[in-house]
């Protein structure tokens, strides 16, 4: 069955402190896609990147980083010098297409606090 | 760019009255979706819908829930006599034409409908 966990429910740093924020995920499929989610207090969703399970090339964007281990299924999300406007609630979610259905299992979220 | 447009914004209910959610997908979008998160909790799969049958649904979506694309445009969530616990964010989602089982289109997803239930 599919799944995907986020360990951390709440992560605090303080304003430029690296953050890492973990996501592993179950699968039985092959072809799989991995997304990560951005959800502010206002509540909306913000995509933040897709990766698809044949790309194991890690992504930057800025100071967004984002690691691919299908070894150990994971894809974690490190933001560089972290600044209070990335205080959000992060969802990593995993969507199959075996299933025909493409539907997104989202992970419990980690809230992140970025202190000044 | 377009985008996905989700009417109201917040809905309050007295609990046994049903209650419409109205989504407008982006338009040559194909895939529709309804998810919803309770407050403090993760995002849940409700429903998907192709080609004006629901393709897949979540256990939580019983008999009290239904949806229906009435026209071209609009795709709506109906909960038919609500209860507390349908207090939620209720999420629309739209997606483009599967071209090949490989190619996962990515689901754009509307802001939400914040669902309160007194």
């Known amino acids: 069955a599919q799944k995907v966990t986020q360990a951390q429910t709440e992560i605090s740093v303080v304003e430029k402190e690296d953050v890492t924020l973990d996501c592993v995920y179950e699968t039985r499929d092959t072809t799989y896609y991995l997304f990560w989610y951005k959800q502010p207090p206002s509540g909306e969703l913000v995509f933040l990147i897709r990766?698809?399970?044949?790309?194991?090339q890690n992504e930057i964007s800025g100071r967004y980083s984002w690691n691919f281990q299908k070894s150990t299924s994971s894809f974690n999300f490190t933001i560089t010098a972290s600044q209070v406007v990335d205080s959000a609630v992060y969802f990593c979610?995993?969507?199959?297409?075996?299933?025909?259905?493409?539907?997104?299992?989202f992970g419990t979220g980690t809230r992140l606090k970025v202190l000044a | 760019e377009p985008e996905v447009t989700q009417t109201p914004s917040h809905q309050v209910t007295q609990m046994g009255q049903e209650v419409i959610l109205r989504c407008v997908p982006i338009?040559?979008?194909?895939?529709f979706y309804w998810y919803r998160q309770i407050l403090g909790q993760k995002v849940e799969f409700l429903v998907s819908f192709y080609n004006n049958e629901i393709s897949e649904k979540s256990e939580i979506f019983d008999d009290q829930f239904s949806v229906e694309r009435p026209d071209g445009s609009n795709f709506t969530l109906k909960i038919r006599s609500t209860k507390l616990e349908d207090s939620a964010m209720y999420f629309c989602?739209?997606?483009?034409?599967?071209?090949?089982?490989?190619?996962?289109?990515?689901?754009?997803f509307g802001d939400g409908t914040r669902l309160s239930i007194l």
């Open positions: 989602a739209s997606s483009e034409a599967l071209v090949t089982v490989i190619v996962n289109q990515p689901q754009h």
């Open positions: 979610a995993l969507s199959e297409t075996a299933s025909g259905t493409y539907k997104y299992i």
């Open positions: 338009s040559n979008h194909l895939y």
């Open positions: 990766r698809n399970s044949f790309d194991e």
